[in-house]
């Protein structure tokens, strides 16, 4: 089989409503500034009821990466679920209008597309709260072959660890890419995440995955310590690539062979976060299909990430590729 | 009956869908660059399928006019029609959020809340293909006396000249406006809504209204001149209060017993012009409403535009009142 994509990626299928907030607003909610809750149909409405004028965007972890892949010039492709409803076709139109491969079949049950309400304080911090609606009802079934064994590299979005069916899928897709000699990456995605799930995705990571990518916090309760070089050194162990952002503070990049530290692309006024660790993914990923150099892959995450964050909505305005050869990078 | 509100408006209740795009793009799809076209069902489906990937927000001219005088601290009431659809909850939604009085019933028939496609070029123009679906069922009915009488002036969106019932709609606003004492003022919209309308739009202006809003294509359209100069004392000779906008060459605000001219606000980048003339539109009826001097009308009109195209979207992402505050004009 001929490879197909530079990347095929499995994610909750989003799309984000982004408001601007204040943290007293935060705090009348209850919500922890940052950080990513999973909510239900009536806690969407309410606090929907609550926020300020918002704007609509397709996102999703997953396929907010993959959008940066194609900006990059990558052929990428998706595995998520909607529903056949407005925001399903909005999803379905802005990952294929960008030139993303798409065809997961909607879901016809009686949950609608996945929404996550992003409150944007005016530091740039996002704060979400998602209903995942039909995002959840992603199956082994979802899992193409085609796809997954036709993709250089398969990352997957770890907030999919959550549900029992999608965690299967992860298994599905594993064992394809595995069989197909393809490389296997995460993302961590969120501190709750691993902390609801630190045993089984330890174990998968060391029985799968090739790749990991993780935040400084994910990376720091993966392995339940408040030190991030023993967290990176922890992760390295357990995998080919060990990669750990840190906002503002650039990121590192560990294999069995090479290391590199990476410092954040300077940016005029951070306006929304949303996005910047699924940037940073995309180039980075863009990099290792392509065989660069640790260094090169950092830095074109930081190049990706800092376009992303200059702006409201959580993928590029901008040509990334454009940009990635003004910045020599590729 | 007390004044409930500075500014009650009459608009096309429209959500935005917002895609970058190159000159290419719009010859390729027939779109004339700068224009608003009425597009059915069929052909909406088929140019979303070929825009890029977009962004979605409320819209609708009179509705980011009314979002923009919340924005300044104004008492703001809005009546359109949306569907009981996701798009109509998301507009009920984005205007009750900034503190606009918006009660008019969802309609109920078996057409969709009004979008409207807008393709903006690199140039931060926008090229505009409108669905209306819903928002073109405004009937009289929806024309609430508490609301239109209860209002310093009323504003009425010159699009709504199109269907014979808002049109229905327009004269029931205007005589009771008129009985209550209340100020008319219209929007002319589109060079090519008066050029369909020439007579009848100017009979209404000279029965009905007090204070008439165009920019310099549409005032030259309705009298059929190349003259700016000429259209803009047309104008005046029939109405209380001519405001002639523009783009970047500023405004003309032409009394009985006043004129001003004021030049447009300096503006960093131009990265999307959507909302240009709703905003001005904005801050000039704040300053009417509040009784100031029509060269700080116009200043504030200029300022509210300078605001929403320095960014995506038809509405202003930053307060306007302490942005006016700032300036020293409020």
Redesign the interface.
């Known amino acids: 089989m001929s490879l197909s994509f530079d990347v095929a990626a499995l994610g909750n299928a989003i799309v984000d409503v982004i408001?601007?907030a204040d943290d007293a607003f935060l705090v009348e909610q209850a919500l922890a500034k940052g950080s990513m809750t999973l909510i239900d149909t009536d806690q969407a409405g309410a606090l929907?009821?609550r926020?300020?004028?918002?704007?609509?965007?397709?996102g999703g972890s997953a396929g907010n990466t993959v959008?940066g892949l194609a900006s990059l010039g990558c052929r990428a492709a998706y595995i998520g679920k909607v529903a056949d409803?407005?925001?399903g076709r909005?999803f379905r139109?802005?990952?294929t209008?960008?030139g993303v491969h798409f065809d997961s079949k909607p879901f016809t049950g009686p949950l609608g597309t996945g929404r996550c309400l992003i409150n944007v304080t005016p530091d740039g911090q996002r704060t979400m709260s998602t209903y995942l609606g039909a995002a959840n009802a992603l199956t082994p079934e979802d899992v193409s072959p085609d796809i997954v064994q036709g993709a250089e590299i398969v990352y997957l979005e770890g907030y999919l660890f959550d549900p029992d069916e999608a965690r299967q899928a992860f298994g599905k897709a594993a064992s394809l890419a595995r069989a197909a000699g393809r490389r296997i990456a995460i993302t961590l995605s969120d501190a709750f995440v691993v902390e609801r799930h630190r045993a089984a995705l330890l174990d998968f990571i060391e029985t799968d995955v090739d790749i990991v990518f993780a935040n400084a916090a994910e990376a720091t309760a993966l392995f339940e310590t408040h030190d991030f070089d023993a967290a990176v050194a922890a992760l390295a162990k357990r995998v080919d690539l060990a990669i750990v952002t840190r906002g503002k503070h650039g990121s590192v990049l560990v294999s069995q062979t090479d290391r590199a530290e990476v410092a954040a692309a300077p940016v005029a006024q951070v306006v929304d976060t949303t996005g910047a660790g699924d940037q940073y993914a995309a180039g980075a990923l863009y990099g290792l299909a392509r065989g660069l150099d640790l260094a090169v892959c950092g830095r074109l995450g930081a190049l990706a990430a800092a376009e992303v964050i200059s702006?409201?909505?959580p993928?590029p305005?901008t040509d990334l590729k454009t940009l990635a050869q003004a910045a020599g990078l590729i």
């Open positions: 408001a601007p929907y009821d926020m300020g004028p918002g704007v609509e965007a397709s959008a409803d407005t925001l909005v139109h802005d990952i209008a960008i702006h409201y909505g993928r305005q």
